[in-house]
Protein backbone atom coordinates (compact mmCIF):
# COMPACT_ATOMS: atom_id res chain seq x y z
CA UNK A 1 0.00 0.00 0.00
CA UNK A 2 1.30 3.34 -0.35
CA UNK A 3 -0.16 6.69 0.34
CA UNK A 4 0.19 9.69 -1.46
CA UNK A 5 1.66 13.17 -0.15
CA UNK A 6 -1.09 16.21 -0.48
CA UNK A 7 1.44 18.15 -3.14
CA UNK A 8 1.36 14.67 -4.76
CA UNK A 9 -2.63 15.16 -4.81
CA UNK A 10 -2.45 19.29 -5.59
CA UNK A 11 0.27 18.25 -8.92
CA UNK A 12 -2.57 15.35 -9.92
CA UNK A 13 -4.90 17.67 -9.89
CA UNK A 14 -3.43 20.80 -11.94
CA UNK A 15 -2.43 17.78 -14.73
CA UNK A 16 1.50 17.52 -13.59
CA UNK A 17 2.36 14.39 -15.80
CA UNK A 18 5.48 13.25 -13.62
CA UNK A 19 2.49 12.44 -10.67
CA UNK A 20 0.39 10.70 -12.73
CA UNK A 21 2.96 8.80 -14.11
CA UNK A 22 4.79 7.71 -10.67
CA UNK A 23 1.22 6.43 -9.69
CA UNK A 24 0.36 4.77 -12.81
CA UNK A 25 3.69 2.95 -12.45
CA UNK A 26 2.60 1.55 -8.50
CA UNK A 27 1.78 -2.10 -8.89
CA UNK A 28 0.41 -1.66 -4.70
CA UNK A 29 -2.80 0.34 -4.06
CA UNK A 30 -2.51 3.96 -3.72
CA UNK A 31 -4.94 5.77 -1.13
CA UNK A 32 -4.59 8.90 0.94
CA UNK A 33 -5.11 10.48 4.85
CA UNK A 34 -7.99 12.50 6.08
CA UNK A 35 -4.77 15.16 6.96
CA UNK A 36 -4.55 15.07 2.81
CA UNK A 37 -8.28 15.75 2.42
CA UNK A 38 -8.09 18.42 4.65
CA UNK A 39 -4.92 19.97 2.78
CA UNK A 40 -6.77 19.61 -0.43
CA UNK A 41 -9.74 20.91 0.72
CA UNK A 42 -8.31 24.67 2.06
CA UNK A 43 -7.32 24.86 -1.36
CA UNK A 44 -9.98 24.05 -3.25
CA UNK A 45 -12.11 26.48 -0.88
CA UNK A 46 -9.57 29.40 -1.12
CA UNK A 47 -10.08 28.53 -5.32
CA UNK A 48 -13.28 28.99 -4.77
CA UNK A 49 -12.98 32.69 -3.15
CA UNK A 50 -10.15 33.85 -5.14
CA UNK A 51 -10.15 32.77 -8.48
CA UNK A 52 -13.88 31.52 -9.31
CA UNK A 53 -16.50 29.11 -8.43
CA UNK A 54 -16.35 27.58 -12.05
CA UNK A 55 -12.42 26.86 -11.26
CA UNK A 56 -13.70 25.13 -8.04
CA UNK A 57 -16.39 22.68 -9.81
CA UNK A 58 -13.62 21.61 -12.04
CA UNK A 59 -10.79 20.53 -9.72
CA UNK A 60 -13.77 19.71 -6.88
CA UNK A 61 -15.18 17.31 -9.83
CA UNK A 62 -11.81 15.81 -10.45
CA UNK A 63 -10.76 15.24 -6.93
CA UNK A 64 -13.83 13.44 -6.15
CA UNK A 65 -13.66 11.04 -9.15
CA UNK A 66 -9.50 10.53 -8.23
CA UNK A 67 -9.72 9.64 -4.78
CA UNK A 68 -13.43 7.52 -5.14
CA UNK A 69 -11.68 4.43 -5.48
CA UNK A 70 -8.93 5.27 -2.69
CA UNK A 71 -9.01 4.56 1.34
CA UNK A 72 -9.17 7.44 3.46
CA UNK A 73 -7.11 6.65 6.32
CA UNK A 74 -8.57 8.71 9.15
CA UNK A 75 -6.61 10.50 11.84
CA UNK A 76 -7.79 8.79 15.20
CA UNK A 77 -6.12 7.79 18.83
CA UNK A 78 -3.22 5.37 17.60
CA UNK A 79 -2.18 8.00 14.60
CA UNK A 80 -2.20 10.63 17.43
CA UNK A 81 0.59 8.66 19.18
CA UNK A 82 2.51 8.10 16.73
CA UNK A 83 2.73 11.20 15.30
CA UNK A 84 2.97 12.54 18.71
CA UNK A 85 6.38 10.53 19.06
CA UNK A 86 7.81 11.15 15.44
CA UNK A 87 7.53 15.10 16.74
CA UNK A 88 9.17 14.43 19.82
CA UNK A 89 12.26 11.94 17.63
CA UNK A 90 12.46 15.04 15.10
CA UNK A 91 12.51 18.14 17.67
CA UNK A 92 14.86 16.40 19.58
CA UNK A 93 17.45 16.15 16.83
CA UNK A 94 16.33 19.90 15.53
CA UNK A 95 15.20 18.70 12.93
CA UNK A 96 11.35 19.93 12.99
CA UNK A 97 9.07 19.92 9.80
CA UNK A 98 5.25 20.83 8.92
CA UNK A 99 3.40 19.57 11.35
CA UNK A 100 0.67 18.23 8.69
CA UNK A 101 3.41 15.95 7.24
CA UNK A 102 3.83 14.82 10.99
CA UNK A 103 0.25 13.83 10.63
CA UNK A 104 0.49 11.96 7.54
CA UNK A 105 3.46 10.02 8.73
CA UNK A 106 2.07 9.26 12.07
CA UNK A 107 -1.13 8.38 10.05
CA UNK A 108 0.89 5.81 7.96
CA UNK A 109 3.29 4.14 10.25
CA UNK A 110 0.26 3.14 12.50
CA UNK A 111 -1.50 1.74 10.02
CA UNK A 112 1.53 -0.26 8.27
CA UNK A 113 2.11 1.38 5.80
CA UNK A 114 6.04 3.32 4.90
CA UNK A 115 5.74 4.03 1.31
CA UNK A 116 4.68 7.40 0.13
CA UNK A 117 4.80 9.23 -3.04
CA UNK A 118 5.87 12.98 -2.54
CA UNK A 119 7.74 15.77 -4.12
CA UNK A 120 8.34 16.59 -0.36
CA UNK A 121 11.50 14.51 -0.02
CA UNK A 122 13.48 16.86 2.21
CA UNK A 123 10.14 16.24 5.05
CA UNK A 124 9.61 12.63 4.64
CA UNK A 125 13.77 11.85 4.63
CA UNK A 126 13.88 12.78 7.99
CA UNK A 127 11.05 10.44 9.23
CA UNK A 128 12.99 6.87 10.50
CA UNK A 129 10.88 4.05 8.30
CA UNK A 130 9.32 5.57 5.33
CA UNK A 131 10.27 4.65 1.92
CA UNK A 132 9.82 7.66 -0.33
CA UNK A 133 8.68 7.77 -3.82
CA UNK A 134 9.48 10.55 -5.54
CA UNK A 135 8.53 11.78 -8.83
Known amino acids: MIILDTNACIDYLNGISEVRNRISDQE ?18 RTKRKISEKRYNEL ?3 WV ?4 SMEIFPF ?46 KHFDKIEGLEIIPY
Open 28 to 45: DLVHITSITVYEVNIGLE
Open 60 to 62: YKI
Open 65 to 68: EFIS
Open 76 to 121: GYKEAERAAEIYDKLESKGNMIDDNDILIAGTMLSNGIIKIITRNT
